[in-house]
């Protein structure tokens, strides 16, 4: 059975986006925040955590594609679908995982080219392993284990995005 422990429960991930959501809003009251969602494996997250965000955000999103398999690639595919505003705005990114930190750190490093106003980035989960980036995120979901997990958006080679939990992948 691939689909193996729950790491993370529905209710556990509820309760902690609206608090990075609180957060989020008292560290930038005042202003309007453009939100860049990185797709697919953010999308849960990225609508959940918009939803707890109270001042004004505008969305944007970028697809972009590291992994194959249960193995990063170290290539990330997709920075030049970069589209969007962000010169002069105070810009979240927000993706589901932070790994290697190569993915945050060359998108980081393009956003920064168009001189945003401010630039913070939001996780859901971070793995606790030696980062290949020298990469942090401002708001982190939770640490966990290296290990790779399935649900709440994120997928192996496409499948169990749409479990509502995290949940331990269990390779056949
Ligand atoms: P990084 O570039 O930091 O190594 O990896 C970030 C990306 O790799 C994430 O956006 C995610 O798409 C993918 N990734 C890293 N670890 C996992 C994992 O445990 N499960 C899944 N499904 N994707 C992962
Ligand atoms: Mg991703």
Do not use: W
């Not at 008292?26 to 959940?48: P, Q, Y």
């Not at 969305?59 to 505003?85: A, K, P, V």
């Amino acid at each position: 059975m691939p689909v193996g422990k729950t790491l993370i429960s529905a209710a556990q991930i509820h309760r902690r986006t609206r608090e990075l959501g609180q957060l989020i809003s008292n560290d930038h009251a005042g202003k309007e925040l453009v939100v860049l969602g990185l797709m697919n494996g953010s999308i849960f997250f990225l609508t959940d955590l918009l939803r707890s965000i109270t001042i004004p955000t505008r969305l944007e999103t970028c697809r972009l594609q590291s992994y194959q398999d249960t193995h990063t690639t170290g290539q990330i595919r997709g920075i030049e679908n970069l589209e969007g505003e962000f010169r002069g705005k105070h810009v979240l990114v927000v993706d589901d995982i932070l790994d290697t930190g190569l993915t945050l750190s060359k998108l980081t490093a393009a956003l920064r080219a168009q001189k945003p106003r401010s630039l913070r980035t939001a996780v859901l989960l971070s793995k606790q392993v030696a980062r290949k980036a020298r990469v942090t995120a401002h708001y982190i979901g939770f640490e966990i284990p290296n290990h790779f997990v399935i649900g709440y958006g994120l997928d192996y080679n496409g499948a169990y995005r749409s479990l509502p939990s995290i949940h331990l992948f269990n390779p056949a």
